[in-house]
């Protein structure tokens, strides 16, 4: 049966990275068919609308989608685009691989290979029961965190390790200061572990993590965390292995998944064909993994990895002249 994905070109440099990511995925016969839908800036101008029905009517049937960076809109009544999408699909659980590429700007040249599964739905990035008092003066958020988040997206960290063979998942949290939210996170995560007697478990926490991970990124594995500390954490990891430009991010639910950049729109190179595809190019590879096609995973991760080593026509964020469409059409020859 032929599987169709949903396409969100996005906003800023969305439409240039979806443009050269289709070519890479037109070149690996991967028999996937695209059906175009509209979400943020664009679907507010075409449809008067951030989130359009027909969008999620399209994301629910073909419960695969491949999306672009969405603007959110700064201003009162808007919500973020992406938290609501990951919301609205219970897209609980998201997943952001960090590895080590040649002839990137990193400080560390290779030796870095670890996944942040980070808390989708909960916690304090939702923004959930945010007030200011009138005055201007106090503003108010509420952060909820439930066992049963918790629960599962524990378990999804150690069942991707043992999915992934990987040896070892590191909680992240901030219970002894956060004790009610952060608490039950781990406290629950620490019940879970007992039921994987075969990966190891440590418990770290957020500002001793960050610092550690900055010292000595080798020691990780597989990090879960609560959402805003997963926002913040695999940015740096996007750092320890050259850039947002490399960084993709899967979020997966039970009945939909969607695979997209680590990025944002980018303003300020957007239009300018400088943009780095490959973000989006390893959420590709993540999506084919999700949909079975390990050897087609594979060989465009190889294809990306033998193109940074030949430094051809790498985009300026890596150090190279080229530009978006051009690193795509040297990755493409390499397949
Ligand atoms: P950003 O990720 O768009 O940009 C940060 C810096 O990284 C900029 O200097 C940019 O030029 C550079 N950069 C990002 N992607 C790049 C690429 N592929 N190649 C080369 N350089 C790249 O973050 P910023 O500026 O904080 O956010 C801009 C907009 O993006 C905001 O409206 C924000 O809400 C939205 N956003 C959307 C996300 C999504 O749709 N998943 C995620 C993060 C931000």
Redesign the pocket.
Known sequence: MTQTITVIR?D??GPE?MDATLYVLDALDTGLQYEEADAGLVALEKHGELLPAATMDSIRRNRVAL??????PVGEGFS???VELRKRFDLYANVRPAKSFPNTKSRFPMGVDLITVRENTEGAYIGEGQSLSEDGDTAILMQKVTRRGSERIVRYAFDLARSAGRKKVTVVHKANILKSTSGLFLKVAREVAQRYPDIQCNEMIVDNCCMQLVMKPEQFDIIVTTNLFGDIISDLCAGLVG???LAPGANIGTEAAIF??????????AGKG??????LLLGVVQMLEHLGQLDNARRLREAIVATLEAKDSL?P?LGGEGNTMSFAKAIATRL
């Not at 400088?274 to 973000?279: Q, T, W």
């Open positions: 996005g800023g440099i990275i999306k672009s960076p969405l603007t959110t973020s685009i992406n850039g947002l430009g997209e950049a680590v990025h944002g729109t980018a303003p300020d190179i400088l943009a780095n595809p490959c973000a985009t964020d």
